[in-house]
């Protein structure tokens, strides 16, 4: 599964959103990475690994000094009627009910390697 496009001018927060993006966090810094809500999403870095090297292809952005993104919901285009954690560059976390399966993919995205691993599936599409 590829990553789904980007969004750009990303939402406020919703109420509905945010105690899920809360919990993430709290799971989140469990596992020493730095979370903190925005207006828009969760911001969450990785204090303990290397950020942007400005001569390696496909590191982090520059001026990042360690690992992060910013976590947002929004549906699944192959999963639309439940809300996904999703990082801003539009790679699909994990459902919002599945919480260890985000933070499991978050910590394995900010460990410092450039391509984000591949993560949680949406469930197969029935045809009729």
């Known amino acids: 599964m590829t990553p789904e496009p980007p969004q750009t001018g990303h939402s406020p927060i919703t109420p509905a959103h945010r105690p899920f993006l809360e919990a993430l966090g709290t799971m989140l810094r469990v596992h020493a990475l730095r979370a903190s809500m925005t207006s828009t999403g969760l911001r969450v870095e990785n204090t303990n690994a290397p950020g942007c090297h400005t001569t390696r292809p496909g590191s982090w952005p520059c001026g990042s000094t360690h690992p992060s993104a910013t976590v947002i919901i929004r549906p699944h285009q192959e999963d639309p009627d ?3 954690f999703f990082t801003t560059w539009g ?22 390697a ?7 599936q949406p469930p197969p599409t029935s045809r009729a």
């Not at 790679?91 to 410092?112: R, S, V, Y």
């Open 114 to 120: 450039p391509t984000p691993p591949r993560t949680h």
């Open 91 to 112: 790679h699909p976390l994990a459902p919002t009910t599945q919480i260890p399966d985000a933070t499991t993919a978050t910590t394995t995205l900010l460990t410092g």
């Open 82 to 84: 439940h809300p996904w």
